[in-house]
């Protein structure tokens, strides 16, 4: 890794012409002063750059595996990260699990030093912004060693602004860690649907006042790490039937309910000095009634968000490939129409190159004025500056060693995950189970894919917890659609069993029949919702059921302590769960949770 100096040689002055001394006020406008100075020696095509933030594949910025640079050309047209930086000079890349960046932390860190020296060695070299989702949860792209949290409507679930406030920290400080200075979490959105295919459990929950005081925690510790926050999806993405990743949803929320609900949570980002916005590819028409997405809406993204609320950070556009972004225009038009809307950041477009000379071209031909791409790159330019970027773009392998998944970290984490397992059914005060009288557990259920790098299956983890625990645990995997067959079997193992834990994912007519045959058997059924808590509606003759939220490690090994009586269910339903006979009633509000007391 180069040197200091190295690094202050390689950005040309920049850095020692934006540390200026003086008060904290004089040292903002002398700071801005060079930055605009910085923008004003700039090319056209390097301005350009400065706006997309892309994929890349591979672990390496100069030498990745065969397999990346074959797709590296296939879907960009050149090898490496090194070369898509030298072809476009883009001001930020986002990693990827599927895109091989994410392999362990001592990898990433190495892959975002090679990045930085890629960039730094250009002629005007400037850092370059790496970003990525690290939602925690069921959105993660950083998975073990690093120390990984419940999911958002768990964090809500545990209600408490301590704990994301620490989550936000000593995330932020993992990230920054390995050279990720811009994080696509929070989510804001408020999830009032529970039919969202997209959002769910990746939200705080249903309450606005409640998922603004979480987000605005979580935001200020990123931000206190050193990490740009983001908040997602603008306008709110909360209440869609329809996934924006493969459609394009139509939000129907009058413009008072707006105010009153999907506003809320972006408000209190904002005045936590949020530092950056995700745009969402929804149809708002109270707020527009174009019928373009917000992220190409100017009455959305300039008249509202920043005219009404105010906002003056980064506007970034969620993936540029979606279906819910490119149902309307093409890909060419795409780019240049959320610039004209206030964007400021170009987020993964399907064809860097088409984006990229579109944008270029919209400017030659007038359509967009050079002016307006500056007040893009100064901002992204102050980001990086308040991000400590042109100070100090490298990070170290000590540094990944003393602060990536250390113990105080993970500990941290689980006692987190402890307070935000809730409770929902214990009839008879089945739980806690007791070794003596339930020694014997088998545990089935659903075992989806891991969803952030943690070990898994589903099954397997709760089963290891529940031995560790000093109960003899037996995982039998039987999927989110489990056959006669597999059923059949399940019910076979129950019998030796002294009590049965579940998990339901989502729950299917296949899970339903598998868990009403369980209970049929006579044995005591523990079932847990590893994913949205609304499946607890579906199945009423259980006699004990609680909501994990999701099914990474953490939360499971916390539901896991519950179930054994070594820790308290303190989580309370941050979302009503509807009946299944009467979706129009509510059978747990907002609020519920029963506890071992009561």
């Known amino acids: ?108 860190a190495d892959l975002s030093n090679g990045i930085q020296q890629a960039s730094l060695r250009q002629p005007r070299g400037l850092p370059v912004l790496i970003s990525t989702d690290q939602e925690h949860g069921i959105v993660c792209r950083v998975g073990e060693p690093a120390t990984l949290f419940p999911g958002a409507m768990a964090m809500g679930a545990g209600g408490s602004r301590k704990d994301a406030r620490t989550l936000g920290r000593i995330a932020g400080q993992e990230l920054r860690a390995i050279g990720i200075r811009q994080n696509y979490s929070p989510v804001a959105d408020v999830n009032v649907n529970p039919a969202n295919p997209v959002i769910g459990v990746r939200s705080f929950g249903a309450d606005p006042q409640a998922v603004a005081g979480v987000v605005a925690a979580e935001v200020a510790g990123y931000q206190d790490a050193g990490v740009a926050a983001t908040a997602k999806h603008f306008p709110g993405h909360g209440d869609t039937a329809v996934d924006s990743h493969y459609g394009f949803p139509v939000i129907t929320h009058s413009r008072k309910l707006w105010e009153k609900l999907d506003a809320v949570p972006f408000r209190a980002a904002i005045r936590a000095g949020i530092d950056s916005i995700m745009t969402a590819h929804i149809q708002f028409p109270a707020l527009d009634a174009s019928g373009d997405p917000a992220t190409l809406s100017r009455p959305i993204l300039t008249g509202i968000l920043r005219g009404e609320l105010g906002y003056d950070g980064i506007v970034v556009t969620d993936s540029l490939g979606m279906e819910g972004v490119r149902t309307k225009y093409g890909d060419d038009r795409v780019p240049v129409l959320a610039l004209k809307a206030g964007v400021d950041q170009l987020l993964n477009p399907p064809s860097l190159d088409v984006a990229w000379n579109a944008v270029l071209r919209a400017v030659r031909d007038g359509e967009l004025t050079e002016a307006r791409l500056d007040e893009s790159v100064l901002r992204i330019l102050r980001l990086k500056a308040r991000r400590g970027l042109f100070e100090e773009p490298y990070v170290s392998q000590g540094g990944v060693t003393r602060t990536v998944g250390t113990p105080a970290h993970l500990a941290a984490a689980d006692r987190i995950a402890e307070r935000t397992t809730t409770l929902l059914v214990n009839e008879r005060r089945l739980l806690p189970l007791s070794r003596r009288t339930h020694r014997r557990l088998l545990v089935v259920g659903a075992d989806p894919a891991s969803p952030s790098g943690t070990t898994g299956p589903p099954t397997g983890v709760l089963a290891a917890a529940l031995t560790e625990l000093g109960f003899t645990a037996t995982a039998l995997s039987t999927g989110t659609a489990p056959t006669a067959a597999v059923v059949a079997r399940a019910v076979a193992a129950a019998q030796d069993a002294d009590a049965v834990i579940v998990g339901t994912y989502n729950i299917t007519a296949a899970q339903k029949t598998l868990v009403e045959q369980l209970v049929a058997t006579g044995r005591p059924v523990v079932a847990i919702a590893i994913r949205n808590p609304y499946d607890v509606a579906q199945l009423p003759a259980v006699p004990a059921y609680l909501a994990a939220y999701s099914w990474t490690d953490v939360e499971l090994r916390a539901a896991a302590r519950v179930i054994a009586g070594r820790a308290a269910p303190r989580g309370r339903l941050p979302v009503p769960v509807q009946r299944a006979d009467d979706p129009a009633k509510v059978l747990y509000p907002v609020g519920y949770g029963l506890s071992y007391g009561r």
């Open 1 to 108: 890794m180069p040197s200091r100096r190295t690094v202050l040689a390689a950005t040309a002055g920049v850095t020692a012409a934006l540390a200026v001394s003086g008060t904290a006020h004089a040292d903002d406008q002398q700071r801005d002063s060079r930055l605009r100075s910085l923008v004003s020696r700039m090319t056209l095509e390097e301005k350009v750059g400065q706006l997309f933030v892309m994929r890349v594949y591979g672990h390496s910025a100069t030498a990745p595996d065969q397999a990346d640079i074959d797709a590296n050309l296939k879907e960009i047209g050149v090898r490496t990260a090194a070369e898509m930086i030298a072809r476009y000079r883009v001001g930020g890349i986002i990693y990827f699990t599927w895109a091989h960046n994410t392999r362990d932390p001592h990898q990433i």
